[in-house]
């Protein structure tokens, strides 16, 4: 089992930045494949970003509407994936939620669906505004 735990999430105006955390439990971390996503109301929860142990080197993916922008990261000593948001907009606003996946794959797009992941985190609210 993987107990995930989101921070940092917040209040922020647009253009400023948030750098979320989260926190997993279990001495396997770094056998994980991490995933960010996010959900708006009214909507389904979507991909954010990926960082994928079984790549070279730990690849990492995102989504077109953040890239540029977010930067996806790892600390497998401190069992925490971080997820760096600059340049933010009122449409980031949203439940951002950690995901792990103890599963492996060499396919960017499989790393985009939820139903990859196994454990998730209970989200944080990130309100960006305009």
């Known amino acids: 089992q993987v107990q995930l735990v989101e921070s940092g999430g917040g209040l922020v105006q647009a253009g400023g930045s948030l750098r979320l955390s989260c926190a997993a439990s279990g001495r396997t971390f770094r056998t994980y494949a991490m995933g960010w996503f996010r959900q708006a109301p009214g909507k389904e929860r979507e991909f954010v970003s990926t960082i994928n142990w079984s790549w070279s080197g730990g690849g990492t993916s995102y989504a077109d509407s953040v890239k540029g922008r977010f930067t996806i990261s790892r600390d497998n000593a401190k069992n925490t994936v971080y997820l760096q948001m600059n340049g933010l907009e009122p449409e980031d606003t949203a439940v951002y939620y950690c995901?792990?996946?103890?599963?492996?794959?060499?396919?960017?797009?499989?790393?985009?669906?939820?139903?990859?992941?196994?454990?998730w985190g209970q989200g944080t609210q990130v309100t960006v505004s305009s």
């Open positions: 995901a792990a996946s103890a599963r492996a794959t060499t396919s960017a797009r499989t790393t985009m669906v939820p139903g990859w992941y196994d454990y």
